[in-house]
């Protein structure tokens, strides 16, 4: 009768242990998928502010290139560019002047738009 008890102890505590396990691992891998969807939201942003940078950088020399002062490129390539929230850009001219790149950066992330005249 003694052995036949300790075997039941030793079947529910097996069994314990395999469902706080089970449990512990389900709850790893939710708070895992969760921090991957929250570096995402926040890669999203970054990728949207880097996108509006590089906008700035391409209006900023259409705006020279085609505005009232002819072409004076020179407050839109002096060099990166920033702005409040974190994100730059920067442009770049090809070596006939007539194509140029540019490239805005937040955080991590960097976009940019390549234009020809």
């Given at each position: 009768?003694?052995?036949?008890?300790?075997?039941?102890?030793?079947?529910?505590?097996?069994t314990v242990m395999i469902l706080?396990?089970?449990?512990?691992?389900?709850?790893?891998?939710?708070?895992?998928?969760?921090?991957?969807?929250?570096?995402?939201?926040?890669?999203?942003?970054?990728?949207?502010?880097?996108?509006f940078a590089a906008d700035a950088?391409?209006?900023?020399?259409?705006?020279?290139?085609?505005?009232?002062?002819?072409?004076?490129?020179?407050?839109?390539?002096?060099?990166?560019?920033?702005?409040?929230?974190?994100?730059?850009?920067?442009?770049?001219?090809?070596?006939?002047?007539?194509?140029?790149?540019?490239?805005?950066?937040?955080?991590?992330?960097?976009?940019a738009f390549e234009v020809g005249?």
């Open positions: 009768m003694i052995k036949l008890a300790r075997q039941r102890g030793q079947t529910m505590i097996l706080t396990s089970a449990i512990l691992s389900a709850t790893a891998i939710s708070a895992l998928l969760v921090l991957f969807q929250l570096r995402q939201a926040s890669d999203i942003k970054a990728s949207m502010q880097a996108i950088g391409v209006e900023c020399i259409f705006y020279e290139r085609l505005g009232p002062g002819g072409e004076n490129y020179s407050n839109c390539n002096t060099s990166e560019i920033g702005f409040i929230n974190g994100a730059s850009y920067a442009v770049t001219f090809d070596e006939s002047g007539e194509n140029f790149k540019s490239i805005g950066r937040a955080g991590r992330v960097a976009r005249f």
